[in-house]
């Protein structure tokens, strides 16, 4: 598993379970309420309220609590929380970087309790920009492999000015620059539909293999604490656990 993978890909690995399923829910729901307050909480006129949304319906969110976190995203609404965008770095046992994306209306608990979380599992929170010149900035839109072939998305995605496309059989990730985003995606919605997913993300220069069981398991530990926590939206790494260690490890 290379640590780019994202937040479901952990899930994936755990199964499905409510408690988590509720969690995945609220975030989702917080991202779109902090989409819709960004700009106009039409979706057609707010390409980060639109991306929030699909990738909202992608892991089923209930449409009915899609409509109330627009609504609180509009102004005069009953909920005035305001949500900061945060983004903390630091390592992770092993020496692993590690990238966490949040949404917090008290930025002391968070810091605290990310801090707390590295720290009990051998690692270290580090000052902004300690670890992310190890990755790059990147737009990412995502597609089900049913949609079109490897072949055909690489036209359409070359086409539309994306940088490079990723296709297996789980799906299609087509990479862009973090100024053509926008473009690319408007450009494969038009011709695919509506995608999976449409975000700024980080993707690791490098990977660090982990191969030692202990250090394998206190990162998947810090990882599962991390993801946990209500106001964190991403964690992103510059890890790859060999598939029979991640086995081993249920």
């Not at 995203?73 to 992770?92: F, H, K, L, Q």
């Not at 930025?107 to 707390?116: C, D, F, G, K």
Request: aromatic share 4%.
């Amino acid at each position: 598993m290379a640590g780019h993978s994202q937040f479901k890909n952990i899930m994936h690995r755990k199964g499905a379970q409510d408690a988590k399923r509720s969690k995945i829910f609220n975030k989702l729901a917080r991202e779109i309420t902090v989409a819709a307050k960004s700009g106009l909480p039409d979706p057609a006129m707010n390409p980060r309220l639109r991306a929030a949304i699909q990738a909202g319906r992608a892991q089923n969110l209930p449409k009915d609590r899609i409509d109330r976190a627009i609504k609180m995203g509009i102004p005069g609404s009953a909920d005035d929380t305001n949500y900061d965008e945060v983004r903390y770095e630091g390592y992770g046992p092993g020496g692993i970087a590690l990238i966490v994306e949040a949404l917090t209306d008290n930025r002391n608990r968070t810091a605290s309790e990310v801090r707390s979380a590295f720290t009990k599992h051998g690692g270290s929170l580090g000052e902004t920009n300690s670890v992310s010149f190890m990755f790059n900035r990147i737009g990412q839109v995502t597609y089900p492999a049913s949609v079109a072939s490897a072949d055909a998305m690489l036209e359409a995605a070359i086409e539309a000015g994306a940088e490079d496309v990723q296709s297996d059989e789980h799906g299609h990730s087509i990479i862009t620059g973090t100024d053509t985003l926008g473009e690319v995606r408007d450009a494969l919605e038009a011709r695919f539909g509506a995608p999976e997913s449409a975000k700024l993300t980080w993707t690791p220069l490098n990977l660090l293999p982990v191969t030692a069981e202990d250090t394998a398991q206190t990162l998947l530990k810090l990882l599962d604490v991390l993801e946990d926590n209500d106001d964190v939206q991403t964690v992103l790494g510059n890890f790859d656990i060999p598939a029979e260690l991640l086995e081993k490890l249920g």
